[in-house]
């Protein structure tokens, strides 16, 4: 475990360093051509309007560094698309997915216990300051998905639907990368009942607790076109 940890931090970390030093270069040469660029009646110095992103969740990746033995794999992933519509309206779609598959003891004995879960997640994302595909934002969600439990005990496809509501801020860097820090928080309910006791984190980072799902960081790196 700590090794997984130790790799999520120089992750992270390399993320960062390559992301500012590319912008701290781009403004350097920028500050280098400035006078030429303005005789030739130019201007680099100009953003350039980005109207989509591609981003995902790093931490996802690193989910199995909760599980609690050798024999458990917990592995989790999304990929988000968001749009630029107007200054004040982005729309984003995420797709993410899990594995769960887990050895249980208990009264009944050991067995192992297999869950997979998908989730599609359309987003209504409003930016009161009208900063186009980024800044602080307010996003307002459905989302749609399925569950399969297999154990000795039960073969179980749930279906879940939920409604929620994140926060949080969006940088678009010169190059184009992005990254995303937020939370949030929703309710998801599920046909037959009874799918949150097999969930302990889903597929898009949300923490089901007794009455909601709360998402604690949306830590999210990307690329803008």
């Known amino acids: 475990m700590k090794k997984s940890f130790f790799i999520l931090l120089v992750f992270i970390l390399v993320i960062n360093q390559n992301i500012f030093s590319q912008d701290a270069d781009n403004d350097a ?6 006078y030429t660029e303005k005789d ?7 953003n350039v309007e980005r109207k989509f992103t591609l981003q995902a969740s790093p931490l996802l990746w690193f989910t199995n560094v909760v599980s609690t033995g050798i024999e458990d794999t917990m592995f989790a992933m999304d990929l988000e698309g968001q749009i630029k519509m ?3 309206v982005n729309l984003s779609l995420t797709l993410s997915f899990l594995l769960n598959n887990h050895v249980i003891e208990d009264y009944r004995g ?17 930016r009161p300051f009208g900063t186009g595909l980024q800044g602080f934002y307010l996003g307002f969600y459905p989302n749609v998905g399925v569950l399969h439990v297999e154990n000795q005990n039960i073969n179980q ?3 879940e639907l939920g409604l929620g509501m994140n926060i949080g ?22 046909f037959p009942e009874g799918s949150r006791q097999y969930v ?7 923490i089901p607790i007794e009455h909601t799902d709360i998402l ?8 803008s076109f």
């Open 216 to 223: 604690l960081l949306d830590f999210k790196l990307g690329y």
């Open 29 to 34: 040469e920028q500050s280098t051509n400035q």
């Open 157 to 159: 496809l749930y279906t």
């Open 110 to 126: 050991r067995y192992k216990e297999n869950i997979y879960q998908a989730n599609l997640k359309p987003m209504f994302v409003y």
């Open 200 to 206: 302990v984190l889903y597929s898009d980072g949300r």
């Open 40 to 46: 030739a009646g130019q201007s680099a110095t100009q």
């Open 86 to 88: 107007s200054r004040y």
């Open 169 to 190: 801020y969006k940088w678009v860097f010169k190059n184009g990368f992005t990254l995303q820090l937020g939370n949030g928080f929703g309710r998801t309910l599920s």
